[in-house]
């Protein structure tokens, strides 16, 4: 019994925190498109792959506008993204953030952190 609950737990718990990962390269320029919500269990599988991604990268875009949520383990991977163009003289764009996200990043000051696009 108590392994079923577990595995339904389990079950509902990914179902609540999808996300879903849309990413296009051109040349030094990379675009991510994120849908759903960036939380502990999902922001492990952006930060995979953004590292997959980085090489040769110059310019990276976060498209925001169909994340609905957003927790501090997906703050801290935008923040490495962050850290990690910098470090390479690159530069970031957060555009198209949708409203509870816009929320978040206005409380926490990450609206200051990041270049947004309004």
Known sequence: MGLFSKK???DEEKAVSDLKIDISKNGEELT?????RLD?????DLEERLNEEMTGIKNLIFDLE???????AGLRVLLGASQEIEAVEGE???R???????VVFDLT??????NIEE
């Open 66 to 72: 169909k994340l609905n949520y957003i927790s501090s």
């Open 8 to 10: 339904k737990a389990k």
């Open 109 to 114: 000051g990450f609206d200051t952190a990041f």
């Open 96 to 102: 198209n953030v949708a409203e509870p996200v816009r």
């Open 40 to 44: 502990t269990i999902t922001s492990p």
């Open 32 to 36: 991510v498109r994120l849908k759903g």
């Open 92 to 94: 970031m764009l957060i």
